[in-house]
T-cell receptor
Framework: DAGVTQSPTHLIKTRGQQVTLRCSPK?????VSWYQQALGQGPQFIFQ???????QRGNFPDRFSGHQFPNYSSELNVNALLLGDSALYLC??????????FGPGTRLTVL | DAKTTQPPSMDCAEGRAANLPCNHS???????VYWYRQIHSQGPQYIIH???NNETNEMASLIITEDRKSSTLILPHATLRDTAVYYC??????????FGSGTQLTVLP
């Protein structure tokens, strides 16, 4: 049984560009959450998707948006990239409000 | 969600029990205590969670004090692979995990 998978593993972008990160949840899970982890800090909650809708959102600007597909997979989009958006982006899946299982993350570098 | 306080770092000898403390004095009655760990540059790994009773699984034991203001995660026989940052999180549900700074556990040979 595959766990949570994310793509790509690494990504390099320049300021002002847009980026899309992808996440496939663990089998049987219907809820996807996204987190941002800057170097040396703990993960920070961005938002959570359930039934293809954003259910809850953390303190992140509208440049961060997402989508969940009927097969429960999810995308995270970031527009107008800033240097400060460089981070490890983590996807976590769960069945409803049960414990969340994390993927390996996507390392985004903004130059 | 209640705030948690953890020591920034701890050492443990390989093969010995590792006891990681967490204070959560403002926890409310419907909030759970969750523990995750993160090995360098990997995604966090779920360990265990509890409400008020002690819990045990194949990875660890969670001891919650009777007043619920603190808890201890116990790794019974620490190995080098247990070296990681351990996060104690209090949440009303698992919907929005708020990670603090965690405890860097180093298991020494």
């Amino acid at each position: 049984d595959a766990g949570v998978t994310q793509s790509p593993t690494h990504l390099i972008k320049t300021r002002g560009q847009q980026v899309t990160l992808r996440c496939s949840p663990k089998s049987g899970h219907d809820t996807v959450s996204w987190y941002q982890q800057a170097l040396g800090q703990g993960p920070q909650f961005i938002f959570q998707y359930y039934e293809e809708e954003e259910r809850q959102r953390g303190n992140f600007p509208d440049r961060f948006s997402g989508h969940q597909f009927p097969n429960y997979s999810s995308e995270l989009n970031v527009n107008a990239l800033l240097l400060g958006d460089s981070a490890l982006y983590l996807c976590a899946s769960s069945f409803g409000y049960n414990e969340q299982f994390f993927g390996p993350g996507t390392r985004l570098t903004v130059l | 969600d209640a705030k948690t306080t953890q020591p920034p770092s701890m050492d443990c000898a390989e093969g010995r029990a590792a006891n990681l403390p967490c204070n959560h004095s403002t926890i409310s009655g419907n909030e759970y205590v969750y523990w995750y760990r993160q090995i360098h540059s990997q995604g966090p790994q779920y360990i265990i969670h509890g409400l008020k009773n002690n819990e045990t699984n194949e990875m660890a034991s969670l001891i919650i004090t009777e007043d619920r203001k603190s808890s201890t995660l116990i790794l019974p026989h620490a190995t080098l692979r247990d070296t990681a940052v351990y996060y104690c999180i209090v949440t009303g549900s698992a919907r929005q995990l708020t990670f603090g700074s965690g405890t860097q556990l180093t298991v020494l040979p």
